[in-house]
């Protein structure tokens, strides 16, 4: 498949390959070869406001860049700030389903949108900054100012499949990089963030991720151009640029790894990846590494695995038992502790639901 001059690789990667090495899957299969493994058995997956926001700024980011305005009055302003907010808008309402629809969510904040509207402007800046267009109003960008634009971006949202099928990476932009004099002397990766910048270079992990992407392009596009690759973090609207040696040939050995077998990968219990990992309640090294104290209880987020004891349909109280590890093989018993809960309106409903009120 080939854009913009640009060869993406073959349009189906799995067509080749069963499995595919992604930047996040081996992120996770290094974080712990276990929730990676989990990752891949179809377990109900978590969903929460930061990636709401995420993924509206991103597809917001996306709709708008493909917006054709050839045919619009060059001199228009006004229109970019009234285009973002129905787009966005869009866009939230969308991810808002998702969310309602996905049975692991946390609660929804409304108040959430004010930050996709901030994050998806800035995003917006930074485009055009990357044009020389500096300290404009959003309002005050002209239709001319946009296709300038338009016309640096090569791809948005491109999907790019190594020939031999084992690496895929989706770019959020590929931009051409201009001289001083505007002519384009190579290309830039860039990768939207919309989460907390670093403190001072990128992350080992985003670094990777980048320099991935750069070398899955060069690998698809041996006569390419220079390239350079950008984290570009929304909150504090500043570009961090990615550097590193190939990857390729460590990606190549992780993908051997991480081919899927009947048995669990191995579990590594680490107090900050556990804490953070959606599919802990399936892993038995989880629950018996919190039993044993070898683990601490994360501050913030608690998973339990628990027994509903008492379900009061009428007014959401419930009373649950905690369950504790029966040897080290997922076998589970009841502890001696219990704790009362009263459930909200979304979550009253889905334990009605569940219990079919029976209990």
């Given at each position: 498949?080939?854009d ?16 595919q ?15 990676y ?9 978590k ?6 926001i ?8 996306e ?11 060059s ?17 939230w ?25 901030e994050?998806?402007?800035k995003?917006l800046f930074?485009l055009?900054?990357q044009?020389?267009?500096i300290?404009v ?9 946009w296709?300038?634009v338009k016309?640096i971006?090569?791809?948005n949202?491109g999907?790019?499949?190594?020939e ?14 201009l001289?001083e004099?505007?002519n ?7 990768d939207?963030k919309?989460?907390r910048?670093p403190?001072?270079n990128?992350s080992?992990?985003v670094?990777?991720q ?15 151009p220079s390239?350079r ?6 909150s504090?609207?500043?570009?961090y640029?990615?550097?590193?040696s190939?990857v390729t ?7 051997q790894?991480?081919?899927?077998t009947?048995?669990p990968?191995?579990?590594?219990p ?5 804490g953070?990992?959606?599919w ?8 018996v590494?919190?039993?044993?104290d070898?683990?601490k209880?994360?501050k913030?987020?608690n998973?339990?695995v628990?027994?509903l004891?008492?379900?009061d349909a ?9 369950m ?7 076998e ?10 009263f459930f909200g309106?979304s979550?009253f409903?889905?334990?009605k639901r ?5 209990i």
């Amino acid at each position: 498949m080939q854009d913009g001059g640009v060869y993406w690789g073959p349009p189906e990667g799995y067509d080749i390959k069963e499995y595919q090495l992604s930047p996040s899957s081996w992120n996770r299969y290094e974080e712990c070869p276990r929730k990676y493994w989990l990752s891949r058995q179809g377990l109900p997956r978590k969903i929460s406001m930061p990636i709401v926001i995420g993924n509206a700024i991103h597809n917001s980011v996306e709709d708008i860049c493909n917006v054709d305005v050839s045919d619009r009055e060059s001199t228009e302003i006004g229109w970019l700030p009234k285009l973002a907010k129905d787009i966005l808008s869009k866009h939230w309402q969308l991810q808002k389903d998702i969310f309602f629809e996905t049975k692991r969510h946390s609660g929804w904040k409304k108040n959430s949108y004010n930050k996709a509207r901030e994050g998806l402007d800035k995003a917006l800046f930074m485009l055009l900054n990357q044009v020389k267009i500096i300290d404009v109003e959003l309002s005050k960008v002209t239709i001319d100012m946009w296709k300038v634009v338009k016309d640096i971006i090569l791809a948005n949202e491109g999907t790019m499949n190594s020939e031999c099928g084992k690496l895929m990476g989706r770019l959020d932009l590929l931009l051409k990089d201009l001289d001083e004099s505007g002519n384009e002397k190579g290309w830039i990766v860039v990768d939207l963030k919309t989460g907390r910048p670093p403190k001072g270079n990128l992350s080992e992990t985003v670094n990777r991720q980048l320099l991935f992407y750069r070398d899955l392009l060069i690998l698809n596009n041996p006569n390419h151009p220079s390239i350079r690759t950008e984290g570009w973090y929304t909150s504090n609207k500043k570009m961090y640029e990615a550097t590193g040696s190939s990857v390729t040939e460590d990606a190549m050995n992780a993908w051997q790894s991480i081919e899927l077998t009947d048995n669990p990968f191995q579990a590594t219990p680490h107090e900050f990846i556990c804490g953070f990992c959606e599919w802990k309640a399936w892993c038995p090294k989880w629950l018996v590494a919190i039993h044993d104290d070898t683990l601490k209880k994360h501050k913030r987020f608690n998973d339990e695995v628990v027994t509903l004891i008492n379900f009061d349909a009428e007014e959401g109280l419930a009373s649950f038992k905690i369950m504790i590890p029966d040897g080290i093989d997922g076998e589970l018993i009841d502890s001696e502790k219990s704790f009362g809960a009263f459930f909200g309106k979304s979550t009253f409903k889905s334990i009605k639901r569940a219990t079919n009120f029976r209990i």
